[in-house]
Every structure is written in C-alpha cells, then in structure tokens.
C-alpha cells in the first residue's frame, strides 16, 4: 500500500461527490461527441476514487484487484476543485448507466484508445458504459485482468415484397491486459450479399448464414410495413428438419410505430431468427397484428 490516508465518506458526500463526477464525465464524452439522450431508468450513476492496491513492485494481496475504494483522501477539502483538477488526483472509477445518442452519432469511432484518452486527460477510468443508437450498439467493460470495448454494428441482409430482415453487419473486439498492456483486437465484418441464403418457399420461407465467423447465438429481426403481404400470415417458427407440430413456436405480428416485427406468440417478445431455421406459413384467412 502506498500510506497514504483516505477518510470514508457519509451518503450526503458520496452522493455529492457523484452528481459532480458524473456531471464533470459527461463533460468530458462530449468533448469526443458522445452526447447522451436518454438513460436507462432504474440505474444510478457510480464512482469511487481509485486508490492503488500495491505500491512500486510490491505483490497484489487480492487477485484481479487493482485498486480498492477507500472513500476520500485526507487532504480534499473541495470536491468540485478535486474532481475537476484530474492532474492532480488519481483516477475516479466510473460506471454510467446504459444511454443512448442520436442516430447520427458513429459509434464506430470509438475504441480502447479512446477510451484510455478519457482517463488521461480527464481522469477517468471507465468500469462499464453501453451506448446505443438505433442501429449501433457500444460498451466499455473491465473483466478480471483485462480492459475490453465491444462494437456491435446492425444492418439491413434481405429486403422484398414490403419486409426486411436484420441482423449483425459488423462487430470488434478489443481486449487490453492490465498487467501486459498486450492488445488483443478482433474486426468481422459480414456482407449479406454473400453470407447469407434466403428463399421464399411454397409453405414459408428459410434461410442460411454462410460465414463460418457467424457465431451460433446470432440472429435475425424479421420487420414488414403495412401492406406487406406477408403480414397476412402468421408463421411455425422451427428448425429446418422438423414438420410443425402442437410443440411448434407460434409466431404474431407486433405493430411497432411505423412497421411490424415478427414475434413470439407465447410472449410477444420480438423473434430471433436462428441459422438453419425457417417460417412455416400457418393455415388461416385473417392476420393477428398485436398492437404492443
């Protein structure tokens, strides 16, 4: 340990302390154009100085620690001042509750790298953040011994007859080890033109990923506009081998604004659509559109 003396601080400081924070990181987003809209209900803004858990070459006591929470240090006497002077400080761990940006705001832009400058030129260090657009997904997390980003682009892979499907385009990975500093990316990006086969049958339709990077757990939305033929039927939803039966998913259509997603019938939860699956076109003379 360093020797250094901290003083635990009461709720009204904590809280004080992270309305200044938070305020003082969302200052510093900006500064690289990540604007927040809208943040997820039900989830606070956390942070904790971060005092050093060993000092020089003196081993860990605790594995995967690398910083502990031991409230303030002895000599603050201004939170404002102290959080604002990032120089002068060590850094304020931070997790900010999931948010979105506008939908012009390319959340490819970011990285590791990114985020690193955060932290040395305001003093933060990122413990989780997830930023969503419409069709951009972004976070920052740590996990054990290691700093990683996560970078999940969607897209448009088939579009006929009034409906679309949708699905993963693009997806990185980065992973920094605390102790190394050894960086470690993965960049996939897929191109629906060639990866994917999609036909339309005489009971349905199915369809087939061909990119051996598409991971097993990855899915499809299926959306259709008014009008669309295809929001007369409602579907089977089953593996490629299987004929429907009673057991068989039944799917409805929900009405979102301005289009419909295909659905679970059991939950109404929008419906993933697996590789090697299809849609089995039920027997029937009106549509089910649920208005969710």
Known sequence: MTGAVYFEMDAGTKQKLCEIA????????????????????GYAFQCYVMAPAKDGESAMEVPWVYSFDFGLPADVEDLNDFVRNPKSRLPIYVNKPEF?????????????????????????????????????HFQKIDHRDKMCTELWEYGCWYKADGFELYGMVHERSEERKIETNELTVSDIKYNPEKDLLFEQTSYGYLWSVLSEDWPPDYGFVLIAYKGAEILNSDFYYLDTKENPSDKSLETTWLEREGYYVLASGANHSPLKLYDDKKLVRKIQTDSKVTHA
Do not use: C, R
């Open 22 to 41: 938070e305020s003082y990181f969302d200052e510093a987003i900006e500064s690289i154009g990540i604007v927040p809209q809208s943040v997820e209900e």
């Open 100 to 136: 979105t940006v506008s939908d012009t705001t390319d959340l490819s832009a970011y990285d590791l790298v990114a985020m690193e400058t955060l932290k040395n030129e305001y003093g933060f260090h990122i413990g989780s953040m997830s930023i969503n657009n419409v069709g951009q």
